[in-house]
C-alpha cells in the first residue's frame, strides 16, 4: 500500500512540474518576443499557427516563426493571463494551453494596438524535456483587437 502512495505522490509532483514548466515556457517566449527574440519556442520541425487577424491555418518552419518575430517593424507586448495546463499522452508527453494574452502593438516607439487582447491554444510535445509548440491558435475577444503585421 505504502508503493502505491508513493507512486501516486511522486506521478502527481512530475504532472505539476511539467504544468509549471510549460507556464515558465509560456511567460519566457513573450518575454522574448517583446524583445525581437525567438527562443526556441517552435517545435524543430515546425508548427501550425492561426493569427488573431482572422487567417488560415499557416503552418510555419522554425524559420518562418523566427522572420515573423524579428523582421516584423512591430514590436509585440503581450502578457499571457490565467495560464491552464493539461498533461496528456501515453508518455505524458503532450500539454494542452489554454491563456489570454493581453498588451499593445507597437511601431517605431509609437502604440498602434492598444488594446490587443485574444485568447490562446496551444499544442505542445514535450522533447528531451523541453516543451515545444507544434500547434497555436490566436483569436481576438470582443472588445480587444487582433494583431497587426503590416
Known amino acids: 500500500m505504502n508503493k502505491i502512495i508513493t507512486i501516486i505522490v ?6 505539476a512540474n511539467d504544468i509549471e514548466d510549460v507556464k515558465k515556457a509560456i511567460h519566457l517566449n513573450w518575454e522574448n518576443v517583446a524583445q525581437k527574440k525567438v527562443s526556441g519556442f517552435i517545435h524543430p520541425n515546425g508548427s501550425w499557427m492561426a493569427h488573431s487577424d482572422g487567417s488560415f491555418w499557416d503552418f510555419q ?4 516563426n523566427k522572420d ?9 507586448n503581450f502578457e499571457p493571463y490565467h495560464i491552464n495546463v493539461e498533461i496528456y499522452g501515453s508518455k505524458k508527453d503532450l500539454a494542452y494551453a ?12 509609437k502604440v498602434l494596438v492598444p488594446n490587443y487582447r485574444t485568447r490562446v491554444s496551444m499544442l505542445m510535445k514535450k522533447e528531451r524535456g523541453k516543451w515545444l509548440t507544434v500547434g497555436h491558435h490566436y483569436s481576438p475577444m470582443h472588445s480587444g483587437a487582433g494583431v497587426q503585421f503590416d
Open 61 to 64: 518552419s522554425v524559420q518562418d
Open 98 to 109: 489554454l491563456y489570454y494574452l493581453s498588451g499593445t502593438i507597437e511601431r517605431d516607439g
Open 10 to 15: 511522486f506521478s502527481i509532483q512530475l504532472f
Open 68 to 76: 515573423l518575430i524579428e523582421k516584423s517593424p512591430n514590436t509585440l
